[in-house]
């Protein structure tokens, strides 16, 4: 958010004025055009005050010398001649600085994800219908009224949910935190396709969105699947499984390799225009992988405020299925050649690699990491 100071009458020279929104405060001297700029936020009111500057005084930082402390008395003269006097401790830091202090959380992110919260679970919505029930009906016992209502309203939704298969813990195999249970979700199949399309009344995702507004989407694709063997089944299983919340919209599909987006063009497309913007045809993802576009500048110059940076990549592997898709020796496969290709780079970023505890997939660490290296991994933060 940008202000503009566009023009002042009445106040005295020598004044500055000062704009708060949120937790960031901007100062200036007062004269037109001048910028006071905000970061990007949802903000309830705009805070402006007009200061006056009573006195002016200067102290010295040159002839320090070697003290880290050092206080200060300051005589400031105000301009009808009377004296103020101002005390000051300045600390000087060494190249060590002391922990940082626990930062305050600015108020409006704060507000934007409690905003946030109440949007995803539809707690706001329900609150209204629920007091504009108690207003038409005025019971006697309002607070019982709304515990009624409330338990009424979970059930309701818990009866819309999709009914999760019965468990007998008799039956889950004895196995290792890291071993991968390879068996295909109950539901809808990840073959073949109903000649028909399934019945997608109660359905929320915004695949079951777009299909229910054009069926010959789902005709046309139902017989398709990819040269690796992804079916049009496996991309809509979670959204046929899955019936989602009217207040909650996930996309209710997933690619199972990079041709999916190709051929299932006519479902992922529109579930991706709904779910961010429609797409040009001439649209490519831009890639930029050149370090020299990466500033070189410190990100906290005064060594105050920064404690780690961490960069994550994220990349699919070319030839190998997706999760939603892939099977276990492809998951190995990935393992290997992620693995090698790690330990090949060169010395200053050539790395071990840790298996998961229990894993068994790697034969140069069976078993996967010990107890000790798991708390030391953990403790940095490189662990995922």
């Not at 805070?47 to 206080?71: M, Q, W, Y």
């Not at 709904?274 to 020299?292: E, N």
Request: overall charge negative; charged content about 25%; hydrophobic content about 35%.
């Amino acid at each position: 958010m940008d202000v503009s100071l566009t023009d002042f009458d009445g106040l005295p020279a020598r004044t500055y004025i000062s704009m708060r929104a949120g937790e960031t405060r901007r100062q200036a001297p007062a004269r037109t055009k001048e910028l006071f700029r905000f970061p990007q936020g949802s903000y309830r009111n705009l805070v402006v005050d007009v200061f006056e500057k009573i006195g002016t005084t200067h102290v010295s930082l040159a002839d320090n010398g070697d003290k880290l402390e050092r206080l200060e008395r300051l005589s400031v003269s105000r301009s009808n001649g009377t004296k103020m006097t101002v005390g000051l401790k300045l600390e000087m830091h060494t190249s060590e600085l002391p922990p940082n202090p626990a930062v305050k959380a600015n108020h409006d992110e704060v507000a934007v994800q409690a905003k946030n919260y109440l949007q995803f679970h539809g707690v706001q919505k329900l609150l209204q219908e629920m007091v504009h029930a108690l207003l038409a009906q005025k019971p006697e016992q309002p607070v019982e009224f709304m515990s009624n209502y409330l338990a009424k309203e979970n059930d309701r939704l818990t009866a819309c949910a999709p009914a999760e298969p019965p468990m007998d813990s008799k039956t889950i195999p004895e196995t290792s935190p890291a071993t991968l249970d390879c068996t295909e979700y109950p539901g809808f199949p990840t073959t073949d396709c109903p000649c028909q399309m399934p019945n997608l009344d109660g359905h929320f995702s915004l695949a079951s969105e777009v299909m229910k507004r054009d069926p010959t989407i789902y005709d046309g694709l139902k017989d398709l699947s990819t040269a690796t063997g992804t079916t049009f089944a496996r991309v809509i299983k979670p959204g046929i499984d899955s019936r989602g919340h009217s207040l909650i919209k996930t996309p209710g599909l997933v690619a199972g390799d990079a041709e999916c987006y190709e051929t299932f063009a006519g479902l992922i497309e529109p579930v991706i225009g709904l779910r961010y913007s429609p797409l040009p045809a001439d649209f490519m993802q831009p890639s930029d992988l050149s370090p020299t576009t990466v500033s070189p500048g410190p990100i906290d110059c005064f060594g105050r405020f920064i404690q780690c940076v961490q960069v994550r990549l994220s990349r699919n592997l070319a030839g190998l299925r997706f999760p939603p898709a892939c099977s276990m020796d492809e998951r190995r496969e990935a393992e290997r050649v992620l693995a090698t290709a790690l330990s090949e780079l060169d010395s200053d970023l050539r790395g071990e690699y840790h298996p998961l505890p229990g894993a068994d997939s790697w034969p140069w660490s069976q078993g996967g990491m010990d107890e000790d290296e798991e708390r030391l991994l953990n403790g940095r933060g490189i662990t995922f």
